[in-house]
């Protein structure tokens, strides 16, 4: 026994191993003492040959789901090994081999799965600068590939896993030893297995024919190590893929991880829960595969006008149609999660329970048809042609399922009486025999006088007489005595016997006969997986959209025009999750407006406290709603699409990577520089603030000239900061212009009023900010004393700044200096395009012979 354990976890060095003995998962070796440090387990021992003791803890099979999902949430991986044989039929040791493995991105028990959100699996490939990506959600189908093979390259995989935020990784060698791998493994807490490269060649994509390529690509690539990784840790690869292409990254938004944190899309920065982020405050989905879909519309905003329109044109739809919008919300409430289901379908792992989940999801697809129906709206009305009611399937489920089976598939009582003759027959047999069995007890009882005696059942002696000691000398000379207890005696007759056998041969032979025709009805079920999935999907829009507008009308949001030009028009807008906590009515609206001439960046000033963060990232949100396809929070909105959505707003130390916070704040900023387009929505709050006043006002001030340049980033900009300096901008600079949020005093106490109006702000209220908070008294009176002298000693000094000479006025580049007196110089252009933070120590010493060279060569 012990050589088959040694053989399982050989062949999977990497797994826990839980090895089936009698009513027990045993582990051994290293494996039982880290068990028994992760689950608190007892730590015992078992003989292993050469008088040697393993090390050994144990759980019960009955509770082993919930010991397993503990390992796999702290990133172990679990192999479960069962007897795969009859011990009756056995030749020497039962057969036992592995039968499952559960890791953290393969996960299907439904109660371990967060409902709201996709579980995925990622596939990494990486070729020199170059990826393939691939994940996949097993637990519902979904597959996504892409390579990244463009531009920077590393930043753009670490926003797609930020997007996907995979619960476990595969990758080659080459990724493992990056940078990138050691740095991601550092923030998040990811899974990681490295994956032999044959797994990544080109006759490992040949193998899947649903790849859809005959050439050899990185998304392939790792598309096919991830459908090798499945075959082997679910023995069989879901029914439900078919033709798997990839997507190209500009489909989309983009919103890096910096972006998706700071806007809190899907949740809060302070403590990373759900309630208080966007997703919460605009959810009304009322099934979890809504849920999941309206989250993934959220975080890959679309960029095609047309399709936003589509999805703005149902909602509308919806939306004029009150009394029909609440009966489909009706119907879709607390309709079973068919998305999950179907997966579980796809890998043959459904029981009986869940086909009774099916049908009643099955129930409600005709009456959701009839009232789609009624709505005219060509989106809508395709939708209703995807769904399908699938009478047949449902006929038999209906006909072959009983109303609560057991969740086990191999104990019985499946199947409905009348489904099938032969079943019945058993059935009638175990029936009646059990009724005989109890018509034998009360006999007994008389004909013996013993008011006690029993008859009872268990596996090991079958059906026996239990008769108390005190009444032993009552009993019959044709009772068999088969075992003695501390307080009875147990016997059988011949009579007893005979219809043992009948019974249990016929409980073997119904238990035998319904799990045969489960699997059968299970097969047909799996007939139908397009069907259903489709259904899934369609279900799922259908619930957002129609939560879309709920929301719209609960909260009085407004149609936003979406166009190609570059104007961000909104008139008296809001933050959708600031409003839904102060309550509806309680928000200060506000005006926005961006264009690309006089109106590009907006300079924001205004107190501490006052609101300036709130209102940038709502003319975001706003953005990002809009290319959902959602109403938004506002009275009137006009959308410029924007292709990406950058935030660069607040810092903290990253300690593990060793830099300050001003560290974190630039290289933020140079991302920003770097990648940034015409077409982009940028939001800057207070740049520059951790260095010194000069040094940061030096660099605010030149960043915002490197945004408005047309020869440079030209883009949208929402720009808070307490330099009052930078307002001088909006004089000199065509693009830039001032605002701020107001305030007052009133008994010399400041009132935020929370209102954007034009022009700079005349002051900070940073010492009145500061007694708000509660600061001593002691300390805010000396402060002002400070400030008055401070006043005092610069009255009627205001810093200058010459325009620098650049091609439209503007200044020398910020990352760039040496451009300003050599633009053609190729050794600079190639130094302006290399990438610090991903560079390896022997790349860069490539690049650098060959910058050598070429600067040698010019002399």
Known sequence: MMQQYVAEKKKRPDCLIFFRLGDFYELFFDDAVLASKELELALTGRECGLGERAPMAGVPHHAADNYILRLVNRGYKVAIVEQVEDPQEAQGLVKREVVKVITPGTLTDQSAIDEQKYLFLASIIQKGVYYGLAVCDITSGLFETTEITYGATTPKLIDELSRFQPSEIICNQ?????????DLLQKETITLSVQPDIDFNQDSIARFPMIDTTDYALWAAATAALLNYIESTQFTLPNDIKTIKP????????????????????????????????????????????????????EQPLLDIKTITHRQDAISVLLDNFILRQELIAQLTGIYDLERLSGRIALGQINARDLVSLISVLEKIKPIKNILNNFDDPYINSLN????????????LKSAIVDE??????????????FNSEIDDYRDATQNGKQWILDLETQERERTGIKSLKIGYNRVFGYYIDIRKTNLDAVPQEYI??????NSERYITEELKNMEDKILGAEQKLISLEYELFL?????????LPQLKANADVLSQ????????????????????????LKIEISNGRHPVVEQTLGYGQFVPNDSYLDHHDNKVMILTGPNMSGKSTFMRQVALIVLLAQIGSYVPADSAKIGIADRIFTRVGAADDLAGGQSTFMVEMNEVSQIMRNATTRSLLILDEIGRGTSTYDGLSIAWSVIEHIVDPHYINARTLFATHYHELTDLAESTQGVFNCHISATEQDGKIVFLHRIEEGCAGQSYGIEVAE???????????????????????????LTVKKSARPFDGQVDLFSAAQSFNQTNKVIEKLKNIDMDYISPVDARKILEELIAEAKGKV
């Not at 059968?520 to 139908?528: D, G, L, P």
Request: hydrophobic content about 35%; glycine content about 4%; aromatic content about 6%.
């Open 174 to 182: 080459e990724f493992a030893d990056s940078k990138t791998c050691h």
């Open 247 to 298: 997507y190209q990254l500009d489909a989309f938004m983009i919103l890096d991880q910096n972006a998706r944190r700071n806007l809190e899309l899907t949740e809060t920065l302070r403590d990373r829960q759900r309630k208080g982020s966007l997703l919460w405050a605009i959810d009304r989905t009322k099934t979890s595969m809504g849920a999941r879909l309206l989250r993934y519309w959220l």
């Open 385 to 396: 042609v995807q769904l399908q009611d699938l009478p047949d399937l449902m006929d038999l």
């Open 405 to 418: 089976p057991p969740i086990t598939i191999k104990e019985g009582n499946l199947i409905r009486t009348g």
């Open 481 to 486: 005595r088969r075992q003695t207890l501390t």
């Open 520 to 528: 059968e009805i299970r097969n047909k079920t799996i007939s139908y």
């Open 542 to 565: 259908i619930d957002v959209l129609s939560g879309l507008a709920e929301l719209a009308e609960k909260n009085d949001y407004c149609r936003p025009l979406l166009t190609e030009d």
């Open 772 to 798: 708000l908070a509660g600061v001593p008294d002691s300390v805010v009176s000396r402060a002002r004393e400070i400030l008055f002298q401070l006043e005092r000693d610069n009255q009627g000094r205001r």
